[in-house]
Nanobody, 122 residues
Framework: QGQLVESGGGLVQAGGSLRLSCAAS????????MGWYRQAPGKQREFVAG????????AADSVKGRFTISRDNAKSTVVYLQMNSLKPEDTAVYYC???????????????WGQGTQVTVSS
């Protein structure tokens, strides 16, 4: 089984920055993909940004140019979401997601973290 633990959320003023971290642990053979999603009150969970095992990244149009996803150079099981120029509409619970293969030859399973709150004040 794999586990994801997020950290780095908090309260910040509009225009400020935060960096979220997500660390995968447990029985991990390989990680195909890691990404960030967010869910604001009363809204559906939406994709924010993702990174593949090969390092390719993509991001939602709403955050392009402001948010950057990256992977730790030393630990391939840790990803970051650098959030700059934050806006009040970025306020949400941010969730880490990963597709993890726990045993060689098996299909990946989908894992989610517990979420971290990001609040941007105007």
């Amino acid at each position: 089984q794999g586990q994801l633990v997020e950290s780095g959320g908090g309260l910040v003023q509009a225009g400020g920055s935060l960096r979220l971290s997500c660390a995968a642990s447990g029985s991990i053979f390989s990680i195909n993909y890691m990404g960030w999603y967010r869910q604001a009150p009363g809204k559906q969970r939406e994709f924010v940004a993702g990174i593949t095992r090969g390092g390719s990244t993509n991001a939602a149009d709403s955050v392009k140019g402001r948010f950057t996803i990256s992977r730790d150079n030393a630990k391939s099981t840790v990803v970051y979401l650098q959030m700059n120029s934050l806006k009040p509409e970025d306020t949400a619970v941010y969730y880490c997601n990963a597709q993890i293969i726990t045993v060689a030859g098996m299909n990946p399973n989908d894992y989610w973290g517990q979420g971290t709150q990001v609040t941007v004040s105007s």
